[in-house]
């Protein structure tokens, strides 16, 4: 995905970054019902072993629980770095959950500390109601894997942190949208 510069300096500007971890992945909600997942050159922060069928949460995504929900028809080559796409990423959020999961992205779902964790980006089509609540959202967060809900944070690794592009309202605010 080429996210504009002045987009992509917004999302990061906004961030306290844990100074050991970087931004690995940016969310897009610019378009009505969608969610965008794109993958940055960000370096993960340790080394864990994961599963792609429980994949990383992305910490504290929601201000609010909500509805939980499944997403599986994404598209798109969102990966584990290194690992090949099988083209069916996942979304999942837990009823009594913050966080969002993104799970199926093919291989492993394992990280080595200081090397790129993510390839490729991923588009999912969610209704309305998800949507609404996505938009609400926070605009950072930790990263964790594996895991798939807030309940596996304890057990789970930080591997870095998650960025969020503004919604075109927001851009408006900061006199580029």
Request: charged share 10%.
């Amino acid at each position: 995905m080429n996210i504009p510069t002045p987009i992509l300096g917004v999302a990061l500007a906004s961030c306290s970054i844990n100074a050991n971890a970087d931004i690995l992945l940016l969310i897009d909600l610019t378009v009505s019902n969608t969610i965008t997942i794109s993958s940055t050159s960000g370096q993960s922060s340790a080394t864990v072993a994961g599963t792609d069928f429980t994949g990383v949460l992305l910490a504290d995504f929601f201000t609010d629980l909500g509805t939980g929900f499944l997403e599986t028809a994404g598209v798109g080559d969102l990966v584990y770095n290194g690992d090949p796409s099988d083209a069916t990423p996942g979304l999942f959020r837990s009823a009594d959950s913050v966080g969002l999961n993104v799970w199926s992205l093919g291989g492993s779902g394992s990280f080595t500390e200081n090397t790129v964790a993510f390839t490729g980006s991923a588009t999912w089509t969610v209704d309305s109601t998800v949507y609404a609540e996505m938009l609400a959202n926070n605009h950072f967060g930790d990263i964790y894997a594996p895991a798939d809900s807030d309940d596996d944070i304890a057990t789970a690794t930080l591997i870095g942190q998650w960025g969020y592009i503004p919604s075109p309202s927001a851009l408006a605010v900061f006199g580029i949208g």
